[in-house]
């Protein structure tokens, strides 16, 4: 499997941005899908994450009431709209995806990965 992350770009203070992640190869069968970000200097955190089947969602706290993540089951596709965007924002966001049931927080859990797409909010 393939994650294939898009939507990054530059966008303002207070603007929105969505980003996509499209898997392809085998047949998709994550328990989880999950946006990861990474901004320069720091660690690799959990933004958002969701099962690929149900409804119960996870959203860092710094992110809670902004970000929704969602998903397209149809393509193999999922989703993070981020409105109300700020500078603290700025990162490149991974998208990624699990196979077993383990927590969603903790990044050493994913088996699949995209490349990174990056986000920069200007003040």
């Known amino acids: 499997v393939q994650l294939q992350a898009s939507g990054g770009g530059l966008v303002q203070a207070g603007g929105s941005l969505r980003l996509s992640c499209a898997a392809s190869?085998?047949?998709?069968?994550?328990?989880?899908v999950a946006w990861f970000r990474q901004a320069p200097g720091k660690e690799r955190e959990l933004v958002a994450a969701?099962?690929?089947?149900?409804?119960?969602?996870y959203y860092a706290d710094s992110v809670k009431g902004r970000f929704t993540i969602s998903r397209d089951s149809a393509k193999d596709t999922y989703f993070l709209q981020m409105n109300s965007l700020k500078p603290g924002d700025t990162a490149v966001y991974y998208c990624?995806?699990?196979?077993?049931?383990?927590?969603?927080?903790?990044?050493?859990?994913?088996?699949?990965w995209g490349q990174g797409t990056l986000v920069t909010v200007s003040s």
């Open positions: 990624a995806a699990k196979t077993n049931s383990a927590s969603v927080y903790q990044i050493s859990n994913y088996d699949y």
């Open positions: 190869g085998r047949t998709f069968r994550a328990i989880d």
């Open positions: 969701m099962p690929w089947r149900g409804d119960r969602s």
